[in-house]
Every structure is written in structure tokens, then in C-alpha cells.
């Protein structure tokens, strides 16, 4: 969680954009190729984030709670409603505005990541983070897996590391 909370930071103070994603990403689960692909209209005064998830191709709806609402008010604060969240600087090849690409946002959060001694980071970090801390704070491996829309519970288990950690925790104190 203190690595978690550096980056964040740390990405607060760089660049607004890629903490958004950060935030985004670890307050609702989602995969970072569906959170860059939305639009301002697909987050302001909403309850829920709506997609159809890119990898499962499912309606997938997100909630979002008073401390995300609030970070994604600020930000989108002077946008319009047709505008990327995650805008690239790049247009496409007839000038129209287009998101970030997975592969912009993994270098730049890879690079800070690096920088503050987070090590094997990749995009799904953020995914498994937030179940495996969502795990931690609910014991809901059956919630978790609806969230994730996996097949079963020993994959969920499987994705976020908990089955070797329950299994660590169980051999904390056997001892014959």
C-alpha cells in the first residue's frame, strides 16, 4: 500500500493525466485499455462508469464512489463532454483528437514506477491491486470474481496472489 500511495504521489506531481489513470484504474478495477477510451460524458454527473469491456466484449457497469467522483469532478473540471478523458497530444491522421494508447500510459507509469523501486510493473498491476485489496478489506472472493467477470473463484484467487498467501499466513504458526 506504501508503494501504491508513492505513486500516486508521485504521479500527482507530474503529470495529472497519468495519476487520473492511476486513480482510475485502482478505485474501480477496470482494465486500462477500456478507462482510456472513455469520454467526459461517460463519467460526468454519473453514478456508474458503463462500458463494454474490450477484452470480454460484456456491459460491465463500474460504481463510483464519493472519493473517485470527487478527483474525477476536479479533473474534468474545464472539459467538454465530448473530449477523451485521457487525450493524446498526437491527432489522428485527419486531425481528430484521439486517447492515449495502452503502450503511452504503461511507459510513462512504468518509468516513475521504476523510478520509485516498484518492481515487475505492468498495466494489470493496477487490476490486481485493487482485488487483492478489495479482498483484503471485504473477504468477498464471490463479489470480486462478478467484478472481474471470471469464470471461477480459484482463478480470482489465482490472479490476485492470494491463494500463495493464505497459504503462507496458514504456515505462519504450524510447526511440529
Known sequence: MEKIIEL????????????MVCVMALNTGMRIGDIITLKVADVKNKTHIVIREEKTNKTKLFPINAQLRDEINQYIARMENEDYLFESRQKNNIGVKVNITRVQAYRYIKSVAEEIGIEH????SFRKSFGYFYYQQTKDVAK???????SSQEVTKRYIGLSQDEIDESLQNFFL
Request: aromatic letters at 22%; a positive charge.
Open 8 to 19: 500516486k504521489r508521485e504521479l500527482l506531481k507530474r503529470n495529472y493525466k497519468y495519476y
Open 121 to 124: 510493473f505492468g498495466m494489470h
Open 144 to 150: 470480486l470474481m462478478q467484478i472481474f467477470n471470471h
